[in-house]
C-alpha cells in the first residue's frame, strides 16, 4: 500500500465495502443462497409477507432514488490534492492550507452543467460548475464556482425566477437542458444586468472541450483575512494546464447524440490512463482602502475586475489524480456550500453570496434527507468533530457521554484557543436603513459586455452571432427577440445589426453609447403595460 496516501483517501477506507467478494447476505448479515424466486404458497401460488428477503431487496429498490440537485444535477466529480507554491499569501490570510509550502490538502471536486437533469448531455451550451471541497487542517473550505468569472443576476432574490426561466418550460418540460427557448430570452430581455454572462454563454466558453481545460472562478469577490484581522478583497481563477478550449456548436450537437457522457467520460478516462489534470490557482487581490476605486461595484457579480487593472498573481496549484469508487455515494451526495470556510476566508456583502449562504444548507436538508449529511464518507473533514448537535434521521455516530449542551461541567467544554485556531468573523462595519434597494454602483449593465464582445477575434465574434441566431431563432414571441436585439443594440450596434440580420428582424435605429441605459423603448413599453394591469 502506497505510504504517501492522503487523509482523506484514508478516512474513506473505513467506509468501503467490497461488494463483489464474499457471500450474499440480508441487511442483517443473515446468509441467502437462492435469490431468484419469491416465496410462495405452492409452486404456483401468491407470494408470502414474511418473505422478508424478498419484501427487503423490492423495498430498498424502491427507495434508491433521491431529488437530483435543484441545478446543477448532472456532473462528474474526482479526488486530487492542493498545495501552494509559497508563503507569499501569508501576508493577506491566516488560511494554512493556503500558506504552507509542502502541504498537501486533499480536495473533492465536482464539475457540472447547470441547466439539465441528471440523464441530459454533456455537450450543451450552459455555464458548468467548478467546485471544490478543500478538506484542510483546519475543517472543510467549500470554493463553489463555475467556468464563467460572472453570474446572470447581482442579488440571490432573483434566483428563483432565473432558474424557473433557464429550466425547461413547466408545461411541456421541453427543451431539456438548452437555452433556445422562449422563458429564457424573456428573462434575459427584461433583466439586463444578465447581459454580460449572457455574452458568455453565447461564446466558445459555454462548450468546453473538456473539463481538464475549463478555467474556473470563485465569482464573487471574497475576502481573505489576516492574522490580525485586516481584510483584502479576494477574487480566485483556476487555470488548467492544459489550455482552456472549447467544441464547436456543431460538433456539440453531433456528439450529444453520440456520446452524451463526452466530458463525464473524458475525465474519468484520464484519470484512470494517468493523466491527471492539473490546475493552477491565482487571486486577484484589492486592499480594502482600494474599495470603491472601480467604476463598478466589487459586489456585483455580474462584474469582472479587468486583470490589467488588477493582474491575476498565481499562488498554488490543484492535481485531480483519484476517481470515486462510487458515483452515487461520492459524487451525487457530495454536498457544497459556500458558508463552508476555515479561518482566513471570509464572505463580503455581495447580495448573491449571501443568498447562497443560505441556500445551499437549505435545499441539502431536503435533498440529502435531513441534518446528518455533513456525516456522510465524501462530506467527513478529516479533522475531529465535537458539536453537542444530536439525533436525527439516520444519525451514524454514536456520540459518548451525558452532556450535549453549552456549558457544562462534566468534561466537554469549549476552551479558549489560540486566535489562528478558530474562525473569527470579520468584524466589518455595518450601518444602513433597512431598505428593498440596490446601491447606484450597481446599474452599469452595458460596458463589460460590451468589453467582452469587443476583445473577440473575428472568429469568436462570428460564433457569438451564430449562437444568438440559432437561439433566439428557437424563439416563438417576435417581441421577445426584439427586446433582446434592443438590449444589444445598447452593448453594441454592429452585434445587434448582426443578430437582427440573422433572424430577419430590422435593423435597429443605433443607440447612442450608454452604460447606465434608460430601459429600451420596448422595455418601457412592457413595463408601462404592465404597471396598469
Ligand atoms: C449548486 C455554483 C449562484 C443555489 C451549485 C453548484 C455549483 C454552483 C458549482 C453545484 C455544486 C455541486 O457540484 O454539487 C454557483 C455559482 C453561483 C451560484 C458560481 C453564482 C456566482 C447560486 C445562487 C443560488 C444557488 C444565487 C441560490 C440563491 C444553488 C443550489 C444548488 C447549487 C440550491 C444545488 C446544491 C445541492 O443540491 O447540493 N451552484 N451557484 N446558486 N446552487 Fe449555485
Not at 216 to 226: I, L, S, W, Y
Not at 368 to 388: A, C, D, I, Y
Amino acid at each position: 500500500e502506497p505510504e504517501n496516501r492522503d487523509p482523506k483517501d484514508k478516512q474513506l477506507d473505513g467506509f468501503r465495502v467490497d461488494r463483489n467478494s464474499g457471500y450474499l447476505t440480508t441487511q442483517q448479515g443473515v446468509r441467502v443462497d437462492h435469490d431468484d424466486d419469491s416465496l410462495t404458497a405452492g409452486t404456483r401460488g401468491p407470494t408470502l409477507l414474511e418473505d422478508f428477503h424478498a419484501r427487503e431487496k423490492i423495498t430498498h429498490f424502491d427507495h434508491e432514488r433521491i431529488p437530483e440537485r435543484v441545478v446543477h444535477a448532472r456532473g462528474a466529480g474526482a479526488y486530487g490534492f492542493f498545495e501552494p507554491y509559497d508563503d507569499s499569501l501569508a501576508q493577506v490570510t491566516a488560511a494554512r492550507f493556503l500558506t504552507t509550502p509542502g502541504l498537501r490538502t486533499p480536495v473533492f471536486v465536482r464539475f457540472s452543467t447547470v441547466a439539465g437533469s441528471r440523464g441530459s448531455a454533456d455537450t450543451v451550451r450552459d455555464v458548468r460548475g467548478f467546485a471544490t471541497k478543500f478538506y484542510t487542517d483546519q475543517g472543510n473550505y467549500d470554493l463553489v464556482g463555475n467556468n464563467f468569472p460572472v453570474f446572470f443576476i447581482q442579488d440571490g432574490i432573483k434566483f428563483p425566477d432565473f432558474v424557473h426561466a433557464v429550466k425547461p418550460e413547466p408545461d411541456n418540460e421541453i427543451p431539456q437542458a438548452q437555452s433556445a427557448h422562449d422563458t429564457f430570452w424573456d428573462f434575459v430581455s427584461l433583466q439586463p444586468e444578465t447581459l454580460h454572462t449572457v455574452m458568455w454563454l453565447m461564446s466558445d466558453r459555454a462548450l468546453p472541450r473538456s473539463y481538464r481545460m475549463m478555467q474556473g472562478f470563485g465569482v464573487h469577490t471574497f475576502r481573505f483575512v489576516d492574522a490580525h484581522g485586516i481584510g483584502t478583497f479576494v477574487k480566485f481563477h483556476w487555470t488548467p494546464k492544459l489550455g482552456t478550449h472549447s467544441l464547436v456548436w456543431d460538433e456539440c450537437q453531433k456528439i450529444a447524440g453520440k456520446d452524451p457522457d463526452f466530458n463525464r467520460r473524458d475525465l474519468w478516462d484520464a484519470i484512470e490512463a494517468g493523466q491527471y489534470p492539473e490546475w493552477e490557482l491565482g487571486v486577484q487581490l484589492v486592499a480594502e482602502s482600494d474599495e470603491f476605486a472601480f467604476d463598478f461595484d466589487l459586489l456585483d457579480a455580474t462584474k469582472i475586475i479587468p486583470e490589467e487593472q488588477v493582474p491575476v498573481q498565481p499562488v498554488g496549484r490543484m492535481v485531480l489524480d483519484r476517481n470515486p469508487d462510487n458515483f452515487f455515494a461520492e459524487t451525487e451526495q457530495v454536498a457544497f456550500h459556500t458558508a463552508n470556510l476555515v479561518p482566513g476566508i471570509d464572505f463580503t456583502n455581495d447580495p448573491l453570496l449571501q443568498a447562497r449562504n443560505f441556500s445551499y444548507l437549505d435545499t441539502q436538508l431536503i435533498r440529502l434527507g435531513g441534518p446528518n449529511f455533513s456525516q456522510l464518507p465524501v462530506n467527513r473533514p478529516v479533522t475531529e468533530v465535537h458539536t453537542h448537535q444530536h439525533d436525527g434521521y439516520s444519525q451514524p455516530t454514536i456520540q459518548r457521554g451525558k452532556a450535549s449542551y453549552h456549558k457544562n461541567s462534566l468534561g466537554s467544554g469549549c476552551p479558549a484557543l489560540a486566535d489562528e485556531e478558530v474562525f473569527t468573523h470579520y468584524a466589518k462595519h455595518v450601518d444602513g436603513h433597512v431598505v428593498r434597494a440596490r446601491s447606484d454602483s450597481f446599474t452599469d449593465h452595458y460596458s463589460q459586455p460590451r468589453l467582452f464582445w469587443r476583445s473577440m477575434s473575428d472568429v469568436e465574434a462570428e460564433h457569438i452571432v451564430a449562437a444568438f441566431g440559432f437561439e433566439l431563432g428557437k424563439v416563438t414571441d417576435v417581441d421577445i427577440r426584439e427586446r433582446v436585439v434592443a438590449q444589444l443594440d445598447l452593448v453594441d450596434h454592429r452585434l445587434a445589426s448582426r443578430v437582427a440580420a440573422q433572424l430577419g428582424l430590422d435593423i435597429p435605429p443605433e443607440s447612442p453609447v450608454v452604460d447606465i441605459a434608460p430601459p429600451s423603448p420596448a422595455l418601457s413599453q412592457l413595463n408601462t403595460a404592465m404597471d396598469s394591469i
